[in-house]
């Protein structure tokens, strides 16, 4: 197919561009396979905006006379808003956007075509693999193994080729266990506690049915994870009564009978489209001009967002909790495991493990407990906030892990060696980007994709040293102790940064930001500059000694 | 009373045992812990109310909640004691002379002169000068010298030239407790003004030649301006019903070029109210999202924050952009108004957004102009009805713009902590009374301390470390987005939950950066001795003679670098400090360790006074507020954190 065909009108004149907070812009629109171009066509300084097409979520148009005017709602929350005259040319345009915007092939998709402009340092598609994060794990513990039983994908499609599993269980017992769970997603390690040997481990819902069905080697492997004498904990991302009727499908969860060394806790973290609800009303309320005080409150209320976000952060520091205070293994679940489950058991190591708060660890994070632990980014990233199409696979999941990262972050600002603007950073490529880290659904689909040859890693770019200065934290101080936030509503916040961000003015608050960084700046410097007068100081009196000795 | 016992509010678990004193200033509480012997102090003039609850088993629990918004539940063993000891209380927390206030007894071992220095701080003829006036336009009025005129004004008021005595007295009569218009704040770069009154007596249809000359002279002294706004600050319903009983608001009719405008700010009895009604919702053992928002909804309290602002960012803009001066009033013009002119001020003039400038800016629109702080915060036993969080919410809205406007303001969100706590702590004089004439009849300035004083001499811990004299946002008028951003009104827990350290962030930036600043400085002050040694060296290394100033250069060296590594260290040093913690049985389900919180040692040494009151154990997270028990699973399953850990202590 050519993008051509789609285009009938590749580019429209005196065209106006409204965003909220600036003035209105004159200029040329163009619109290319992938982008929409718009560009101010004053000399002094052009004006330029890019705007990806598989960014818009959804788009309106008007007509008042012959003037045309297509809303422009974004996946990143901004909506924009452009006149171009001509009803013809305005309706071209619309058409053009929403095929482009919503095109079926993944391989049509912006990373396949994009060819970077700086300098590849590192690839970052062979930054973060299994091999080297278990090299680490065996230095510390001979418990676990790495298993490449699912190398072609073929025990379970959505686990990457390669899982850590305890030692004493071989890749027989692993077989029947993957038939015993939802999709086969058996329980492998997740992480692994340095301080106590404790470790987390997911999978996804065991499929005991009605009739409490069991497997011996399930039963076997997660008790393998179980010092002698010691007991679990059984974290179950849905509460009980979901749970239950999970059964009636075939699934369910551990019995005690079978499970006796272990304590089930239930958790009621929600699902797809009640998420994916809450994300648009509450869209929908700080978009909201009315001036009303209290209809802001009860609509930041009733869309049940820091709901969630109190959920989830609670399941994890629970969690949490019982590795590092019970001294207890825990084995998190839900139904497929994909989601809520993958929730849980990354915020739990941002709460425990200090290096998941760098930023080389926090991606590498997003890699093994995101990307290779197969959380559907394609089907949930499909469509964000102003979508109107009811598909039941979109989800603000994994933006949801990045709410609670930013208010751990906000409790702890010097704990973390990133900024909000990295998680925002994420959250966008998430939902529309140049790179492939973020298209398919699981490391199955990518590999055939071939996004690693195909494509350019998001980790090539971001971890170059003129993009991360942009993502780092100046009140970075390393703290290597569990950091335990507080989830009473009080200390819980609407993430501005996200969700405000194209209708607050932020100018103020960027100030704030960089007179931050100039006031760490310059102690630095002067630091330096110290230490380099002391050396010298030392030396000559050194020199002097010497002589003195001659 | 011996054997009492503190509840922590968030968990029933955590208990502390110890010893209650009651003195004839504060009921203090001290552990028995022998290595820590941790005290909470309050102040009686702290004491909003004191609750008995039913007897239980374990002994007879004391509800003590504070002016400060610091919750105290104490559980004494013995029904006689805790009977005694509430009586007590009732009667300490409700002094009726003002002579049984904290301040005449607080002695902060300063001397006579060190007083008066303190009162000397703020002096607000040199503020009404440092805006231009006296001028052509503005002079000051001795009509009001022995309050004679209006008895709750300061004998100092500043009026327009052509307004003679005459026309003041006249205006006086048909104002409300003849609170006739004065100047508030006056805009030299355009000569717009922002004056302030009480409502006018007119009724139906009464009218006063001299308070409509009173007006046109306010006008006139804004030569540019051919009208003025009247603002008042009410809700048009109640001003309307003030006309039947023969006040109201001024008639467009009789005044000559005046544009009037209302703006609805509740009054008292509905603040009161809904503060009430937030502090309940602050109250709630931990409570689930919604609970918070639709009760943080209900008690409408940003609302009500809204409006002030809303109605402060209406006068600065008619006086900075439109260049007209405004007369603001609401009823008696002491409450409302006060908190609008304030606001309106801070909005305009960068110098109230200074740690000085704020406390000349209190100084002149609440303390001179008579708001009665005896009534409104119930510093003597009165009438319930007269209580009212005016000036709290004056507080919350420079908080609010504080958030919005990170680099503006000179001062930290903990000297508006400390200001709120020393409304009610009636531990200096200035808040006393109802007015400027009973202060002086109490002689409080030889009497008593100022507040302001205090925190001038401890201001490096109430500065914003992002403030820069020379930024951009320290400069002109403050423009906040106007409404549809509701949005920007947040809750401040700082305030409200104080005393839940719990809830806060764990790391304060504002610390982490006080503490940078301050290292900074060091390293410049040694940079330069660096400098000057090096320099020295490299002279003596020219001349042979060398070895007596290298000795002493050395030992100056040896006490530079020491006091620089500490401070290097903060950081470090802090969390050394917690590893040393004693480390908790699992089963305690304690979270200790992580509490990085700088705060608490500042708080400690900013306002010593101060941190007595704060319960100062924690900053630590509370398992109960984590998982809550029931939410939505059955109980036999799950969950509490309580019943997983029963099971582990049983195993």
């Known amino acids: 197919m050519e993008f051509a065909e789609l285009i009938k009108t590749p580019r429209a004149d005196n065209v106006v561009l409204h965003r909220p907070f600036y003035l209105a812009v004159e200029g040329t629109l163009c619109l290319t396979g992938h982008h929409l171009i718009f560009s101010s066509r004053r000399q002094d300084n052009a004006e330029e905006l890019w705007l990806l097409h598989s960014n818009i979520d959804s788009i309106e148009k008007r007509f008042v006379g012959s003037l045309g005017t297509i809303i422009i709602k974004c996946k990143d929350l901004r909506i924009i808003q452009l006149d171009i005259p001509g009803m013809e040319e305005c309706l071209n345009i619309a058409s053009s956007i929403e095929a482009l915007s919503t095109l079926d092939s993944v391989t049509l998709m912006y990373p396949f075509f994009y060819r970077p402009m700086f300098e590849i340092v590192e690839d970052g598609w062979r930054s973060f693999l299994p091999d080297q994060e278990f090299e680490l794990l065996s230095s510390v513990t001979d418990e676990w193994r790495l298993s490449c039983i699912n190398k072609e994908f073929s025990v379970c499609p959505s686990y990457p080729p390669v899982v850590v599993v305890p030692k004493s269980i071989d890749d027989e017992a692993l077989r029947k266990v993957a038939m015993f769970r939802h999709g086969s997603r058996f329980p492998v390690l997740s992480y692994y506690h340095k301080k106590n040997g404790m470790v987390m481990m997911r999978s996804s819902q065991p499929l005991t049915g009605t009739n409490g069905r069991r497997c011996k080697e399930d039963e076997k492997l997660i008790n393998a994870t179980l010092r002698p004498g010691k007991r679990g904990y059984i974290i179950d991302t849905r509460s009980l009564n979901v749970a239950q009727q999970a059964r009636a499908k075939g699934g369910g969860f551990e019995q005690e009978a079978h499970y006796p060394q272990w304590r089930r806790i239930h958790k009621c973290i929600e699902r797809f489209n009640i998420l994916q609800e809450s994300l648009i009303k509450l869209v929908e309320a700080c978009n909201d001009q009315s001036h009303n005080m209290d209809r802001w409150l009860s609509k930041l209320e009733a869309s049940n967002w820091l709901t969630h976000i109190k959920e989830i952060l609670t399941a994890a520091c629970l969690a949490a909790q019982c590795i590092d205070r019970e001294g207890a293994s825990v084995l998190v679940h839900g139904t497929e495991g994909t989601d809520s489950t993958l929730q849980v058991t990354s915020l739990a190591q941002i709460i425990l493990d200090p290096r998941c708060r760098t930023i080389r660890g926090f991606e590498s994070l997003v890699v093994r407990e995101w990307l290779q632990a197969g959380h559907p980014f394609q089907q949930r990233c499909a469509q964000s906030a102003y979508s109107n199409s009811k598909q039941k696979w979109e989800a603000p999941v994994f933006l949801l892990f990045l709410d609670c990262v930013w208010q751990i972050l906000r409790q702890f600002p010097c704990s973390f060696e990133f900024n909000e603007q990295f998680l925002i950073m994420l959250f966008e490529h998430a939902y529309a980007s140049q790179f492939g880290t973020f298209l398919g659904n699981n490391e199955n689909e990518r590999s055939k994709l071939k996004l690693p040859q195909k494509t350019m890693s998001l980790w090539s770019w971001v971890n170059r040293s003129e993009e991360l200065s942009k993502f780092q934290n100046p009140l970075f101080e390393a703290n290597s102790l569990v950091i335990w936030p507080s989830v009473a509503p009080q200390s819980l916040q609407l993430w501005e940064g996200v969700f405000l961000r194209w209708n607050r003015p932020s100018k103020f608050l960027d100030e704030a930001h960089e007179e931050m960084i100039n006031i760490i700046k310059y102690n630095k410097e002067l630091q330096a500059k110290v230490n380099a007068l002391r050396r010298q100081l030392a030396e000559m009196e050194t020199d002097d000694r010497m002589q003195e000795n001659l | ?651």
């Open chain 2, 1 to 651: 009373v011996e054997n009492v016992r503190l509840l922590d509010r968030l968990s029933s678990r955590k208990a502390a045992l110890g010893t209650l004193y009651l003195t004839a200033t504060h009921v203090i509480f001290v552990e028995n812990v022998s290595e820590t012997r941790k005290e909470t102090w309050v102040l009686h003039s702290q004491i909003s109310s004191i609750e008995k609850q039913a007897t239980t088993a374990t002994g007879c629990p004391l509800l003590i909640r504070c002016k400060n918004f610091q919750v105290i539940q104490l559980v004494i063993p013995q029904e006689r004691d805790c009977h005694d000891v509430y009586i007590s209380l009732i009667r300490l927390a409700r002094p009726v002379k003002y002579e049984e206030l904290y301040c005449f007894s607080f002695n902060p071992k300063l001397d006579k002169e060190e007083r008066e220095q303190g009162w000397k701080l703020v002096d607000l003829n040199e503020e009404y000068n440092r805006m231009g006036i006296p001028n052509n336009y503005w002079q000051i009025s001795d009509v009001n010298r022995d309050y004679g005129v209006c008895d709750s004004y300061p004998t100092e008021v500043y009026v327009p030239k052509s307004a003679t005595a005459h026309i003041i007295v006249g205006s006086s009569k048909f104002r409300s407790r003849r609170r006739f218009p004065a100047l508030s704040y006056y805009c030299k770069d355009n000569n717009a003004s922002i004056c302030r009154s009480s409502q006018p007596l007119s009724g139906f249809s009464a009218r006063c030649l001299e308070d409509e000359q009173m007006l046109q002279a306010i006008r006139k002294a804004n030569p540019g301006s051919d009208f003025i706004y009247v603002v008042d600050t009410r809700p048009k319903l109640n001003a309307m019903a003030n006309r039947a009983a023969g006040k109201g608001y001024e008639n467009e009719d009789n005044y000559s070029n005046i544009k009037f405008q209302f703006i609805g700010i509740e009054n008292i009895h509905v603040m009161r109210n809904s503060l009430q009604k937030m502090l309940e919702v602050c109250e709630l053992k931990s409570p689930s999202m919604s609970d918070f928002l639709w009760g943080l909804e209900n008690s409408g309290w940003l609302k009500h924050i809204k409006a002030i602002m809303d109605a402060g960012i209406f006068i600065a803009k008619a006086v900075a952009e439109e260049g007209v001066s405004v007369l603001v009033h609401c009823s008696d013009g002491w409450d409302r108004t006060a908190q609008v002119c304030s606001v309106a001020s801070l909005l305009l003039d960068p110098y109230y957004r200074t740690m000085k400038g704020f406390m000349v800016l209190v100084e002149k629109d609440w303390v001179s102009f008579g708001h009665k702080f005896n009534h409104r915060y119930g510093n003597l036993d009165g009438d319930p009805k007269e209580i009212s969080p005016v000036m709290d919410q004056f507080i919350e809205c420079v908080w609010q713009l504080m958030e919005q406007f990170p680099c503006a303001f000179e001062f930290n969100e903990r000297f508006l902590i400390h200001i709120q706590h020393h409304i009610y702590s009636c531990q200096f004089g200035n808040f006393l009374c109802n007015s400027q004439k009973e202060r002086r009849e109490l002689k409080i300035q030889e009497r008593t301390y100022s507040l302001w004083a205090h925190l001038w001499k401890n201001r490096a811990n109430y500065l914003n470390p992002l403030y820069r004299s020379d930024h951009g946002q320290t400069q002109g008028t403050l423009r906040p987005q106007m409404a549809p951003c509701n949005f920007l009104y947040k809750f401040w827990s700082g305030m409200y939950n104080r005393f839940e350290k719990g809830l806060h962030p764990r790391q304060s930036v504002t610390d982490y950066l006080m503490a940078v600043k301050e290292e900074t400085q060091q390293l410049e002050e040694e940079l330069e001795v660096l400098g000057e040694r090096l320099a020295n060296l490299q002279k003596s290394q020219l001349n042979d003679d060398k070895v007596r100033s290298k000795q002493q250069d050395r030992s100056k060296q040896l006490g530079l670098s020491t006091s620089d590594n500490s401070l290097a260290n903060t950081p470090q040093e802090y969390s050394n400090d917690l590893k040393s913690f004693p480390s908790r049985s699992p089963s305690q389900g304690d979270e200790e360790d992580s509490a990085l919180i700088l705060t608490q040692d500042n708080l400690k040494s900013s306002d010593p006074d101060l941190s007595a009151n704060s319960d100062q154990e924690s900053g630590v997270e509370d398992l109960s507020c984590r998982s809550p028990s029931g939410g939505g699973c059955l109980p036999s399953e799950d969950s509490g954190k309580d019943s997983d850990e029963a099971v582990f202590l049983a195993v």
